[in-house]
């Protein structure tokens, strides 16, 4: 299981742009959204979305059946009281995605930015794959973004698992098509940069 209190902490104690993976708008996924789901009336979800203004934008677009799930309730609140009331218009999910119950064949897009590379164990992400085949629909698109070979081995305490397209691909099993991929320098608000790697997947 992922260490809920850890998460907890971190979002109770540090600003929304006092971590390291925080990016004023997530363009890279953005541009990925819309070429993948054009259909604004398309169901996604954003896995580990914490505080992210992804939902925001994605708003802004006309998107409107959006789930964002994340293991931290502190990052929910903080999510949901920026929105306002456009928040009512979102599905938000306050859970571990080990155990979310997720609706079956739901989802036409499943997004996740660096939630994936905290999974060190093999069976996480065993499970997680399972989770992701259970709640995308068939010919649904992933988009799974994790620290590249030259990340950073170690986040928010945590160690990571640093990937290139073709491990990622290895992770998430012959089900799932790599439609596209690049990578990304990631300028933290502390002047380092991390390496990401970001994977377009179509479940086949």
């Given at each position: 299981m992922v260490d809920k209190q850890h998460w907890e902490t971190v979002y109770q104690t540090k600003a929304a742009d006092a971590v390291s993976w925080y990016r004023p708008h997530l363009d890279t996924s953005l541009a990925l959204i819309e070429r993948a789901m054009p259909n604004r009336d398309g169901a996604l979800i954003d896995i580990g979305g914490g505080e992210s203004t992804l939902v925001d934008d994605l708003l802004a677009r006309g998107y409107r059946e959006l789930t964002v799930l994340d293991i931290?309730?502190?990052a929910i609140a903080v999510a949901r009281q920026r929105l306002g009331d456009a928040a009512n218009g979102v599905t938000w999910l306050a859970s571990d995605i080990m155990?979310?119950?997720l609706p079956a064949q739901?989802?036409?897009?499943?997004?996740?930015r660096a939630?994936?590379?905290f999974l060190t164990h093999a069976e996480q992400r065993a499970a997680y794959a399972e989770r992701l085949l259970?709640?995308?629909k068939p010919g649904g698109h992933a988009?799974?973004?994790t620290f590249g070979p030259?990340?950073?081995?170690?986040?928010?305490?945590l160690d990571t698992v640093r990937y290139d397209a073709a491990a990622l691909q290895r992770e998430l099993g012959p089900r799932f098509a790599l439609i596209?991929?690049?990578?990304?320098l990631h300028h933290t608000p502390f002047d380092t940069i991390q390496q990401f790697v970001y994977c377009l997947f179509r479940r086949t």
């Open positions: 931290s309730a502190a155990q979310a119950d739901r989802f036409g897009l499943w997004h996740d939630l994936f590379h259970h709640a995308l988009i799974i973004a030259q990340g950073p081995a170690k986040c928010s305490g596209e991929h690049s990578t990304e």
